[in-house]
């Protein structure tokens, strides 16, 4: 029997209301001989659709099975949200009813864990630096029906060289910054299972299982925003301001920001017990009846240190910036402004910009001498991998942006402010959700 797919382990799951995934996901680029589809909406979500295998210049078919080996290990430790709702369906059919709904739940989640899998598969080996080829119809079907041994073999002059014969339907461009990437969601449906993950050798090798790790103290609990007449520096911490805006559709999405431990796998809590984390949180309603826009500006009192934005949550989905994400400094005493980031605009880099209403004079934080720096956004940073799905965020400023931008701006807001009705952009809300 060819082997097709292996086994699934998870290691979390966050809780809101999900959002619909929409589109296929490919991303093309091509050049010499590669026949190249134009680029369209890029989908986390799912896998690319068709005969696909993995390329990359230069690369060897040893070399091949590695990534993909490697890729598969870090796409088996995230895991798809359990779908309850049918359980209420059988409910009232007693024993015997919540017994059949149990077993089509369990089905579901079952193919909601393998398409989860393929997805970040793929969305690992881009990341790495890997192309997706697609082959045409009839190609695909000879490979597709062949044994792992001869797909193999098949594929060894297919996977390291520079003019793919097909389509490279997907390449990592930096993605998840663009605003029409679906980021996060339901998982798609899967077309066909990856030629690259079939060809792969069987392994005696047992994935690893999850490790529970240590559950941080209550004084590592995540902060609460902080209210206006509290913003102040203290001794001992910095702030972070964030503001967030977006559309209806948007309400509830949080972006997490975490702070850097000594390795990828050490919590930075586990020595100095505490908090590691903060989110920011779209609010679900306007700041006026019919108002489709949402924003929000927050202030955080954190522990000095490297913070990044780690994640973005929208119900029980969380997609995982683990394989690169993009942070800052906050060192201690010091007031950071991270910077506007639109969750419905073209581009999710944040904007450094200060607002004027950010500026009045008025404001409890001017009144208090807080002076904000600008947040200098770098990536590279790793993290072990957890959620649904797993990726790659690089907010550096785009080429040309860091040299329009102030290095530093005496920002007295870090709170939830009314914006003048001649702003174009969202009017905050006042009484902004506070993660937990």
């Not at 986390?44 to 099975?65: E, I, K, M, V, W």
């Not at 060894?156 to 990592?172: I, L, M, N």
Request: net charge negative; hydrophobic share 40%.
């Amino acid at each position: 029997m060819k082997h097709r797919i292996v086994a699934l382990a998870g290691l979390m799951a966050l809780g809101v209301q999900p959002f619909q995934a929409q589109a296929q996901a490919q991303a093309a680029t091509a050049s010499g001989a590669a026949e190249a589809v134009a680029p369209i909406r890029v989908d986390l979500t799912r896998s690319s659709a068709g005969y696909n295998y993995f390329n990359r210049p230069g690369a060897s078919l040893d070399q091949h099975d590695a990534a993909v080996r490697a890729c598969l290990a870090e796409a088996r430790k995230m895991s798809q949200p359990d779908d309850n709702g049918a359980a209420a369906a059988g409910a009232a059919g007693g024993l015997l009813g919540a017994l059949v709904v149990g077993v089509i739940q369990g089905a579901v989640n079952g193919m909601q864990e393998r398409r989860g899998v393929t997805a970040n598969l793929e969305n690992c080996m881009v990341v790495e630096g890997w192309r997706v080829v697609r082959l045409d119809e009839a190609e695909g079907k000879l490979l597709d029906a062949l044994e792992q041994a001869e797909l193999r073999a098949a594929l060894a002059d297919k996977v390291g060289v520079e003019t793919p014969a097909g389509q490279v339907v997907r390449v990592f461009d930096n993605d998840a910054a663009r605003g029409d990437t679906v980021v996060i969601g339901r998982a798609g449906d899967l077309d066909k299972v990856s030629l690259s993950l079939q060809a792969l050798p069987e392994t005696d090798a047992k994935p690893e299982p999850a490790r529970k790790g240590p559950q941080p103290p209550r004084t590592a609990r995540p902060p609460r925003a902080l209210k206006p007449e509290e913003v102040a520096v203290n001794p001992g911490d910095a702030l972070i301001t964030v503001r967030l805006t977006g559309m209806a559709e948007q309400g509830g999405q949080s972006l997490i920001f975490t702070r850097q431990g000594p390795a990828p796998d050490i919590q930075p809590w586990e020595s100095d017990g505490r908090p590691a984390l903060f989110a920011v949180t779209l609010p679900t309603r306007g700041a006026a009846r019919g108002d489709r826009t949402r924003a929000v500006t927050q202030t955080f009192a954190v522990p000095p240190g490297r913070w990044r934005l780690s994640a973005i949550n929208a119900g029980p989905y969380f997609t995982h910036f683990c394989l690169g994400s993009s942070g800052f400094e906050a060192r201690d005493g010091e007031a950071i402004y991270a910077g506007a980031i639109d969750l419905s605009g073209p581009d999710r880099r944040p904007d450094l910009t200060p607002r004027d209403d950010l500026l009045s004079p008025a404001s409890p934080a001017a009144q208090a001498g807080v002076v904000h720096r600008i947040a200098d956004w770098t990536y590279g940073d790793k993290e072990q991998c957890q959620g649904a799905y797993l990726y790659a965020l690089d907010l550096a400023p785009a080429v040309g942006a860091a040299a329009e931008t102030p290095a530093t701006v005496v920002e007295p807001t870090a709170t939830p402010v009314e914006a003048p009705a001649s702003s174009p952009t969202a009017p905050e809300t006042t009484t902004a959700p506070t993660p937990h």
